[in-house]
Structures are given as C-alpha cells and as structure tokens.
C-alpha cells in the first residue's frame, strides 16, 4: 500500500469533503481517502492507494471536486 498526503484549500464543510473524497476515489487503485478537515483553512487529505499516484491526476482530481491543491510548506 502507498501513502500519499496532500493540503487542499477552500474545504469549509462535510460536502466538501465528499466531493474531494469522491474525485479522489475514483482514481485507479485509491483504497481510502481521509480528510482533515480545517475550515477556513488548509485540509490535509491522505490517500491510500495500491499504486503509486500520479501528482498531476491527484491535482486534477482535487480541482473537479472544485478545490486547489497547495504546495506542503513543511
């Protein structure tokens, strides 16, 4: 299984992260989507998946749902 952590910004609600977790989900090998959610702020978004993600489909996917994937400032 591979791990992958994302920010996303403008969450504000359990709508929100249903559409992010729904997107996310139906990329190819995604097992499960967990979403911090900080309202009003940066979300942290982890993604298990059987195969490793392509960044670019993970960024498209976020922004169908209609939120932005911010650069991890960690």
Known sequence: MNT???NVSGM????CV???TEELTDLKGVQSVS???N??????VTITSTLT???AEVSEAVAEAGYTVV???A
């Open 18 to 20: 249903n559409s992010v």
């Open 39 to 44: 309202t009003g702020g940066t979300s942290e």
């Open 4 to 6: 992958t952590t994302i």
């Open 12 to 15: 504000t609600c359990g709508h």
């Open 35 to 37: 979403v911090n959610l």
């Open 71 to 73: 650069a991890n400032n």
């Open 53 to 55: 993600l392509d960044p």
